[in-house]
């Protein structure tokens, strides 16, 4: 559970094809704010992710958390340093070839579930699957009931989405952002939005992702239950990872 790692661990690269080797590997990671005045908000950052890992990012407001998210997630590319994913390197990649990555590689569970109202859950969930282009309908379609199946959310699949409540939206927000089999989901406060039993509840469905899909997550939380039964917590302090 936490993790006081060596320091020789932290910035290891194992084979990414190896079950348990590191997905990520983030390396000397600065970067700055120049607004209002010059400020380094992230402070030679390094540490990696290994296959089914299920990782809790952790500390004080303003210490960095989502800015660190936001550099993994490849959305923010003003940094120094070098992030590999899969391995590949993305530093220095074009918004497009980040944008064809993102969408293949990586899932994303925010704190809000940021589902298209209008839409029914089975084409929510269905969406990033068309996006990228690689099955036929059909086999999206099933691609998605499964994944709605693993959140036991298959017997709402052509509710509007706007009808659910936010446990179940943001089960929905799961599935699609499980539908594209991504090697890592990104969360950002996955649990921040919703009341203890559906904390739980979107907790043991992170672990199932992590220990029996062998997909990694790495999730910002304030939730102590959340990051305490995560695998590893790593934990920021003004900048920097101090544990
Ligand atoms: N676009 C920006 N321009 C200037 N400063 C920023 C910007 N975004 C964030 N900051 C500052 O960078 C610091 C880190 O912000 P960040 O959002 O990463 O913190 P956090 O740890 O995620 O906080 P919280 O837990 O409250 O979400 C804060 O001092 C914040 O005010």
Redesign the pocket.
Known sequence: MFDNESPKSVVQVAPTSEVGGAVLSATNINKY????EK?Q??KNISFEANRGEFLALV????????????ILSTMDTAYDGSLVMNGERLTGRTQDQLAAFRNEHLGFVFQFHFLLPEFTVLQNVMLPALKLGKYSNKEIEERAYQKLKLVDMQDHALKQSAKLSGGQQQRVAIARALINDPTIIMG??PTGNLDKKNSEVVFEIFKQIAHENNQTIIA?T?DPDFAKGSDRIIE?SD?QIIS
């Open positions: 704010f120049y607004e209002p400020f908000v992230l500390g004080k407001s303003g210490c960095g958390k989502s800015t660190l998210l936001y950002d406060e910002v304030h920021m900048g």
